[in-house]
C-alpha cells in the first residue's frame, strides 16, 4: 500500500531557532500533500496545502512566513517552523491522498521548543 | 465549511463488550468518510472508508461503519472489542467535490480493560 515517510520522529530546539521535518511518498507520486498540527486533547487542524510545483495554500490563521512549505518535488514536501517558540511546541503531521487509499498520513513528528 | 463531531472523548469497556462510537459531520454536499485509528506511539492508519454504494462498510479488524445519510452519522462499530483496541479513534470528513482538505474529530479514546 501507500505509504508516507516523515523525519524527524521527534525534534527539540532552541527557542529563535528553525526546524525542517520532511514528508516523502515512498511509492507513488503526490501533487498534493498536507500539513496538520495536534495541540493536546484536540484534533488534527489542517495547516497547509502543499501544491507541486506552486506556492501552498495556508488555512487562516497560520503565518506563512512562519511555515514554510516548499513541495520541492513529486515525493517530498517539507515544513519548516522559523524562528520556532514554545507556543509552536505541537505534533505535526503530513498526508498525502493517493486515489482509493484513504490519505496516507506520515507518523509525525513531535516538535518541542525550550 | 464543513465540520466533524465526535460525541464520546473518552469510553472504556471491558473485553468482549461491543462499541458504538458517534460521528456526525455538518457539510451540504457529497462527501466522503473515514475512520481513523492511532495506536499508542503509533501513526494513524485507516480503518475504513465510506466513497459511494453500500452504506454499511466493513474495515479492518472486525470494525464497521453505517453511513446515514438523513442523519449526517457515519458510526464506527464493533460487535466484541480486545484489549488490542486500545487506542484513539478519528473520524474525518472529506468534500469530494472539493480538493480534497480532510476534517477531523476531535477523537475518542478507547480503553478496553481486560
Known amino acids: 500500500g501507500a505509504v508516507v515517510s516523515q523525519h524527524p520522529s521527534w525534534v527539540i530546539c532552541k527557542s529563535g531557532t528553525s526546524v525542517k521535518i520532511e514528508c516523502r511518498s515512498l511509492d507513488f507520486q503526490a501533487t498534493t500533500m498536507f500539513w496538520y498540527r495536534q495541540f493536546p486533547k484536540q484534533s488534527l487542524m489542517l495547516m497547509a496545502t502543499?501544491?507541486?510545483?506552486?506556492?501552498?495554500?495556508?488555512e487562516q490563521g497560520v503565518e506563512k512566513d512562519k511555515f514554510l512549505i516548499n513541495h520541492a518535488s513529486l515525493t517530498l514536501s517539507t515544513l519548516t517552523v522559523t524562528s520556532a517558540h514554545p507556543e509552536d511546541s505541537s505534533f505535526y503531521i503530513c498526508s498525502a491522498p493517493p486515489e482509493g487509499y484513504g490519505y496516507t498520513f506520515g507518523s509525525g513528528t513531535r516538535l518541542t521548543v525550550v | 465549511a464543513q465540520s466533524v463531531s465526535q460525541h464520546n472523548h473518552h469510553v472504556i469497556l471491558s473485553e468482549a463488550a461491543s462499541l458504538e462510537l458517534g460521528c456526525n459531520y455538518s457539510?451540504?454536499?457529497?462527501?466522503?468518510l473515514f475512520w481513523y485509528v492511532q495506536y499508542p506511539g503509533q501513526h494513524l492508519q485507516l480503518l475504513l472508508k465510506?466513497?459511494?454504494?453500500?452504506?454499511l462498510v466493513k474495515g479492518i479488524k472486525g470494525f464497521e461503519a453505517e453511513f446515514i445519510k438523513s442523519k449526517f452519522s457515519f458510526n464506527l462499530r464493533k460487535p466484541s472489542v480486545q484489549w488490542s483496541d486500545t487506542a484513539e479513534y478519528f473520524c474525518a470528513v472529506v468534500d469530494s467535490g472539493g480538493y480534497q482538505k480532510v476534517t477531523f474529530g476531535i477523537g475518542t479514546k478507547l480503553q478496553v480493560i481486560p
Open positions: 465510506y466513497f459511494s454504494g453500500d452504506p
Open positions: 457539510y451540504g454536499g457529497t462527501v466522503n
Open positions: 502543499s501544491n507541486e510545483g506552486s506556492k501552498a495554500t495556508y
